[in-house]
């Protein structure tokens, strides 16, 4: 917290190569800090933090209209198409500590995309990133973020005939983290009204866990 007319969140995106995890981040920023591009390997090697400016109209604290800040930590993907899961976890967990030690982590997003199946084992990989960077309170600090919703609506699908057909894999991983899940479309420039709905949408996530935070110590 800035001061008692501003509210700062902080986010983590996670996730596999070309899930559009960096896309994703500079979608909530309303910026292009983080390099997003198609590559036939993983484009992000080290995590970088992304820093909103002043964000109107969206919250209002003891009566009053607050301004609202983001910031967001790009990670490396998991798994990484030149690091090994055991190098991903101790950069982002190093990361985590310099970034948000003090202040404390809002939400972790998992980017998954929309136009992909879930499989079993990829599922398990990435929680148990999650579960280890996070710990045992891992489900109340993590949302997921369906990427290329897009073209999941250019094949026929609405949010709910989505889910209704998607696999046991992905349901089960929403149930366990309360059905905290946006779908985001991965076009090259989110509009300001769409972003302002996703931020109303984390916004509530962090509410409902009653704004705590995680903090992860400098060791």
Known sequence: MADSNEMTINLVVLGKTQTGKSAAGNSLLG???????LCPSSVTARCSLGRSGRILGLIRRNGCESALRVQVLDTPSYPHSA????????VVRAALAQ???????????????????????????????????LGPTWKD???????????????????????????????SLLRSV???????DNQ??????????????LLNFIRRNNYQVLKHSKE
């Open 31 to 37: 910026s292009a800090d983080f390099e997003s591009r």
């Open 188 to 201: 090259n420039s989110i509009i300001k009204e769409e972003r302002n709905i996703v931020l109303r949408k």
């Open 83 to 90: 690091l090994s899961k055991e190098q991903v976890r101790d």
């Open 178 to 184: 309360q059905h905290k899940y946006i779908f985001l």
């Open 141 to 171: 600090f993590t949302a997921v973020l369906l990427t290329h919703a897009d073209k999941a609506e250019e094949a026929g699908y609405s949010e709910e005939t989505y889910l209704h057909s998607a696999s046991s894999t992905l349901l």
């Open 99 to 133: 970034h948000f030690g003090e202040e404390g982590l809002h939400l972790a997003l998992l980017v998954l995309r929309a136009d992909l199946p879930l499989c079993p084992d990829e599922s398990n990989d990435t929680v148990q990133l999650i579960q280890d960077l």
